[in-house]
């Protein structure tokens, strides 16, 4: 059976998947990144996990697989397959692509985690059918994945998407860019959670806490509930006015306490608009998903996009026996490579609970 590896990197913990040609995800795994022990061990927890589940993938299946896509934090270079900073990971300037090519002797595609996740709810989840959409996980920080026709736009140098760092209240808190009164200082998970722990006096309530107390009528949840929505609405006007997307998903921590954001969040943006089409704002489909299915995607794309695209092939660009003939142009699918803007997710993971460790 065809199937890729997929790899998303968090900061404490990997999720990894073999991907199957019709985008199912055929066996998952989950692993911690050891970064208490430093960015080397991590490093080698990455490489380990693949090899893991390439030897799993060759047992079970009878043949190797085909790509590897890998998700991953922070700063990166994906063309150039960098891993070029990542705070939480404690690494810079990690030739991630290069050190998987040689554990693996498979070609290897490296992603920013928010726009690989982006990439998968835009093809096969909650955007799917939307030729522009903007994908905004609100966790822990908030950034966003530009989606344009079935792709995710990187920018000129990566970095495209860092609505986190639109500045909507310039009197704000000092965010960690070094700007004040960011975005993701204000309507981020933990901007919630900050926020409501000082004003239910509570140290251990977090943004979940404050959205049950809006639920159940606290003025003081309230009033939290509403500046972060406020906040959230003005970047999103200045999103919509630049970008013009038809569709706004809203993922992460945040996005879990459903209506009692959404219903709100439409109302605010909606008082915003002025000459803007106001855009759909949907909830994410794919939960925490959609980075393993999304590295998949990228993976699949590699073998679509043939050699050319391949970094590690041969000069003379001769593929393998049994693999397709490249496609003439990247958006056109390989012979039984999965229709990722028509195809569902099907999920059917092995019962094997975890690869060795």
């Known amino acids: 059976m065809r199937h890729v590896i997929a790899l998303d990197v968090g900061g404490t913990g990997m999720k990894a998947a073999l991907v199957g040609a019709d985008g199912g995800l055929l066996h998952e795994a989950r692993r911690r990144t050891g970064r ?48 070029v900073f990542a705070a939480n990971l404690g690494w810079e300037n990690v030739p991630l692509r290069a050190l998987l090519q040689d554990r693996l002797s498979v070609p290897v595609a490296l992603g920013h985690d928010v726009r690989t996740g982006g990439l998968a709810e835009g093809r096969i989840g909650a955007g ?24 995710i736009e990187p920018g000129a140098h990566g970095s495209a998407g860092e609505i986190g760092h639109i500045v909507v209240r310039p009197d704000g808190p000092l965010c960690g860019c070094g700007q004040r009164g960011c975005l993701e200082r204000l309507a981020s998970a933990s901007a919630v959670t900050e926020a409501w722990a000082a004003a239910s006096g509570d140290p ?8 049950k107390a809006v639920e159940s009528g606290d003025p003081r949840a309230a ?10 609405a003005d970047g999103l006007i200045t999103a919509v006015t630049l970008l ?35 855009p759909s704002i949907v909830p994410a489909a794919l939960g925490d998903t959609a980075g393993c299915l999304g590295a998949g995607l990228l993976a699949w794309d590699l073998l679509e996009a043939g050699p050319a695209a391949d970094p590690t092939s041969t000069a003379d660009r001769t593929p393998a026996p049994d693999a397709p003939d490249p496609a003439p142009d990247a958006r056109d699918p390989a012979p039984d490579a999965p229709d990722r803007a028509t195809t569902a997710v099907r999920t059917n993971p092995d019962p094997t609970p975890e690869v060795t460790t």
């Open 36 to 83: 208490e022990r430093g960015a080397e061990a991590v490093v080698e927890a990455i490489l380990g996990f693949a090899a893991d589940l390439l030897a799993y993938g060759e047992q079970k299946y009878g043949r190797r697989a085909e790509a590897a896509g890998v998700a991953i934090p922070g700063i990166v270079d994906a063309e150039r397959g960098i891993a």
């Open 244 to 278: 013009d997307p038809r569709t706004l998903i809203i993922g992460g921590g945040l996005a879990e306490a459903g209506e009692t954001l959404f219903r709100p969040l439409r109302a605010a943006v909606e008082e915003r608009i002025t000459f803007q089409q106001l």
């Open 128 to 151: 799917r059918g939307a030729d522009r959409f903007l994908f905004l996980p609100l966790g822990t920080g908030i950034a966003g994945a530009i989606g344009i026709d079935g792709r």
């Open 204 to 211: 251990e309530a977090d943004a979940a806490d404050c959205a």
């Open 223 to 232: 009033e939290v509930w509403r500046h972060a929505i406020g906040a959230l």
